[in-house]
């Protein structure tokens, strides 16, 4: 009655899939398994890593924050508006900047949550909206092209600390914050609670609207911090910068195993998937996939790994029948 | 055992269940005759949930024969059974509350017109059949009607209209008067009545010994899972029914309480709701147990949710060992001692994806905010070594079966979830501990195992507050029993002065029989007999 269910590792079958594609790859094309290409993969991964572990403690929530990727740009333009204003402004007070702002319009979708008993995905939905809107008030419509962007914040995406560029450490800074948070705080504790069984999380005293709050404010504090290294990378600030980029976020944490349906999912899992949608999108140039089918395939090959995690996990929910049995007749313990 | 009068249109033979080790169902042999009503009674847990179950093809049996019409079937599907005609009702209907009740009448069968390929459902018709078939079973409401409008007794209508529309030749009825009221009853034996005399054969099963007599024919009582004894209504009389139910003798289920009243923990004036209860005063004693009984939806649950400060529309005074305070969330109840063990375990108690660990650390994660600020954590760090050292005490202190304490929570039988719910809040040491229907749905052993936790609970000085449906339960464990009847307290009893047809009187609003001796109430509840 009692034996632990047997259960495939989400995070094993996702990690041999990805090593399947990269090894695949590489074998058409020996490129794919340099140093060289595993650093540009990293490069482009440490952005949709910060979003993502900023995601992921909605997720567990049973929300969703579709305005991610508009705070992102919104939070871009200001530091990039501030940068030409401000010649004069040190780094830190970018990444301060950044952070804070994101955090505000975060902590205002958390707001609007529980204020309000409003569903997640309508707020955000709407907030995506405003937040997009507002970059065009705050720029007028013009774009802060190259020579206006900051050199401390193009600086940022090409300095190296001890031979890796500074957006590993950022990812990597952010990745184990959101470790410790989930794993080892009972905050993070909570969040999971209250995505598993919200009633019961609510009886237990757990504070849930301050924890709410708590999970949409980091994830936008967090966009903040991905929209500063965006506009550094790119070395562009416009209205529809990194539009509907929203949905590459949540794609890579379902993919990794975080569950829309609340209470599940790993920082690990995640990374995974970050990694999945990293590998493919630098894999189809290589092998000479035409452009135009690109977009198309990493949709196909995106299911085909969803497809494949939800048949791991079908195996676990299939021994309710028995334990429904079990309870019907009692008498076993 | 079969009526002479019809052959059966149902006929079960030498049927076998076994889930893993457990042997639900060891032979049982059922008849079913048209224009019968079969009463299926036995205790929780003595296979009658397993059986409806296989009758209505959600289990498979290992081993026997289903005959219908005296031709052998499978039940393999749920439809297939109700192809078959042999349709359940069940205690709490599960209906689709956005539609009428015209569509939830003839859902997934809706009457269709129009050509091959194009066709569109016949609402007219539809309604005009729904409305004809619900006024057969007396329901005074239009099929038009919305399900979400409706009451609980006027969906058992929709049900039995449903069966009725589909031709039913078997009815199962899953305790179908568990949530009524005592008017609703009464009219609930006329369609009882009404689908006798159309010919269909009832399997009838309830815990209410009335019922059994004013309803049933003939009778089948299952224990452990096998048919133990048949025969006529008209020739059984309860305290036979009663000792064929229980048959074995568990030696004392209930303990002796040894603890002794010390002083006021809680004082509760004037907690009242707009809607839901009126005027509670009551007072809690240190090392006592105060039973609050009645009938369902007395108000008693919603009671203790406002004492937790889960419903925020109650007004009241609450004084905690003299000091008056004000419970806006739980955290505040938690803060000062209070500790509630919900009624519904899979919704309002446990978190079944997290492992018996976590579950247990919950509600004393604990912060700043709370008393014992921290106990499982370790600076900014959760205490793996705390929180597991908890997990371990836990788990040999109610002894909770379970493989380890990282075993997810769904992987444990119903008993010991409810254990493990119960001991996340003795994680916190609360001071006074609420416990609603402790034992709903959990099987003898693991009540007696409850039963032995709340003694214990008492005896180290906490205050405990009862909540339950089962008289035998509140009669025999609790100091004193508080009566709540439509949400008013109307009646208290001392241990001592506990009679328990009073106490039923009191919670059904009848005035208790004045016959000696004679027209003896028997408690609702499985273990009625061992009680006495």
Redesign the interface.
């Given at each position: 009655?009692?034996?632990?269910?047997l259960r495939v590792p989400r995070e094993a079958l996702l990690a041999l899939i990805v090593l399947g594609i990269v090894l695949a790859v590489g074998a058409r094309a020996p490129v794919f398994l340099t140093l060289r290409n595993a650093l540009d993969v990293g490069n482009d991964s440490a952005i949709l890593v910060v979003l993502v572990m900023g995601q992921i403690p909605v997720l567990l929530t049973r929300g969703v924050d579709l305005s991610v990727a508009s705070n992102l740009a919104l939070t871009g333009m200001l530091c990039a508006l501030a940068g030409k204003a401000w010649p004069g402004l040190p780094l830190p007070a970018f990444l301060l900047m950044a952070v804070g702002i994101g955090a505000l319009l975060g902590a205002a979708n958390g707001w609007l949550i529980t204020r309000f008993f409003l569903p997640s995905i309508v707020v955000t939905l709407g907030t995506m909206s405003i937040y997009r809107g507002a970059i065009f008030v705050a720029s007028g419509g013009a774009w802060v092209s190259d020579q206006d962007i900051h050199p401390l914040i193009k600086g940022l995406p090409r300095d190296t600390l001890l031979g890796l560029p500074a957006p590993w450490w950022v990812a990597a800074a952010v990745v184990a914050g959101m470790a410790w948070l989930l794993?080892?705080?009972?905050e993070g504790?909570?969040l999971?609670?209250y995505g598993?069984?919200a009633?019961?999380?609510?009886?237990?005293?757990?504070?849930i609207r301050g924890r709410l709050t708590m999970a949409y404010t980091i994830s936008g504090a967090l966009a903040g911090l991905a929209g500063l290294l965006w506009v550094g990378r790119y070395s562009i600030a416009f209205t529809e910068l990194a539009s509907g980029y929203e949905l590459t976020v949540i794609a890579a944490c379902v993919i990794g195993g975080v569950s829309i349906g609340g209470?599940?999912g790993t920082v690990g899992g995640a990374l995974l998937g970050v990694l999945f949608i990293g590998v493919i999108n630098a894999a189809l140039p290589v092998i000479q996939v035409s452009p135009f089918w690109q977009q198309a395939i990493a949709g196909f090959v995106i299911l085909v790994s969803v497809m494949l995690n939800s048949r791991a996990q079908r195996q676990a929910g299939r021994?309710?029948?028995?334990?429904d049995?079990?309870?019907?007749?009692?008498?076993?313990? | 055992m079969t009526s002479k009068t019809h052959s059966p249109v149902l006929t079960l033979r030498g049927l076998h269940k076994r889930f893993g080790p457990t042997h639900a169902l060891r032979g049982v042999d059922l008849d079913l005759v048209p224009g019968e009503v079969l009463a299926l009674i036995g205790e929780n847990g003595a296979g009658k949930s397993t059986l409806v179950k296989i009758l209505t093809g959600v289990y498979r049996p290992d081993e026997g024969e289903i005959r219908l019409d005296g031709e052998r079937r499978r039940f393999d599907r749920a439809q297939q059974a109700q192809e078959l005609g042999v349709i359940a009702v069940h205690q709490e209907t599960v209906m689709f509350d956005e539609l009428s009740a015209a569509e939830n009448i003839f859902i997934g069968r809706q009457p269709m017109r129009g050509f091959p390929g194009l066709r569109y459902i016949d609402w007219p018709r539809m309604n005009r059949e729904a409305q004809q078939v619900l006024d057969r079973v007396g329901a005074r409401f239009a099929a038009t009607t919305l399900v979400r409008d409706l009451s609980l007794a006027q969906r058992h209508l929709i049900e039995i209209a449903r069966a009725l529309s589909q031709q039913a030749r078997v009815v199962i009825l899953d305790e179908p008067t568990a949530a009524l009221s005592q008017s609703e009853i009464r009219d609930f034996y006329g369609i009882v009545r009404g689908l006798k005399a159309a010919g269909i054969a009832v399997l009838f099963i309830t815990h209410k010994f009335d019922e059994l007599f004013a309803v049933c024919d003939r009778y089948v009582v299952l224990r452990d899972g096998a048919s133990v004894g048949h025969g006529t209504m008209s020739e059984a009389d309860e305290p036979g029914l009663v000792k064929l139910m229980a048959g074995r003798t568990i030696d004392k289920i209930y303990p002796s309480i040894a603890s002794v009243p010390g002083e006021v923990v809680m004082q509760v004036r004037g907690l009242s709701h707009p809607t839901e209860f009126d005027g509670l005063n009551f007072d809690l004693r240190r090392g006592e147990i105060l039973g609050f009984y009645g009938l369902v939806g007395a108000g008693r649950s919603e009671a203790m949710l406002a004492l937790m400060g889960l419903n925020p529309a109650a007004t009241g005074e609450i004084t905690i060992e003299g000091r008056r305070i004000a419970i806006r969330e739980p955290a505040d109840a938690i803060a000062a001692g209070l500790a509630y063990v919900p009624e519904e375990r899979q919704r309002q108690g446990g978190i079944q994806q997290f492992s018996v660990r976590h579950n247990m650390s919950l509600a004393a994660l604990a912060g700043p905010r709370r008393p014992g600020a921290g106990r499982l954590s370790a600076g900014a760090w959760l205490s793996a070594r705390r929180e597991s050292a908890l997990a371990e005490r836990m788990i040999e202190r109610l002894a909770i079966k379970t493989e380890s304490q990282h075993t997810p929570l769904s992987g444990l039988s119903g008993g010991n979830q409810q254990k493990v719910v119960i001991a996340k809040w003795l994680g916190l040491d609360p001071r006074i501990v609420i416990l609603d229907e402790p034992t709903k749905g959990i099987d003898v052993g693991a009540k007696q195992a409850v039963y032995q936790l709340i003694a214990e609970m008492v005896a180290q000085g906490l205050a405990v507050i009862l909540v339950s449906s089962e008289l035998p339960e509140v009669t025999h464990l609790a100091h004193r029993v508080i009566v709540m009847r439509r949400g008013r307290q109307v009646a208290e009893f001392a241990h001592e002065h506990i009679d328990a047809e009073a106490v039923v009187a009191a919670a059904s609003g009848l005035q208790p029989a004045p016959s000696p001796g004679g027209g003896r109430i028997v408690p609702p509840g499985p273990l009625a007999e061992l009680a006495a």
């Open positions: 009655m009692t034996r632990a269910p794993r080892w705080r009972r504790r909570e999971y609670a598993g069984n009633v019961a999380a609510n009886y237990a005293g757990i504070p209470g599940v021994q309710i029948l028995e334990r049995g079990g309870l019907a007749q009692g008498g076993t313990t | -």
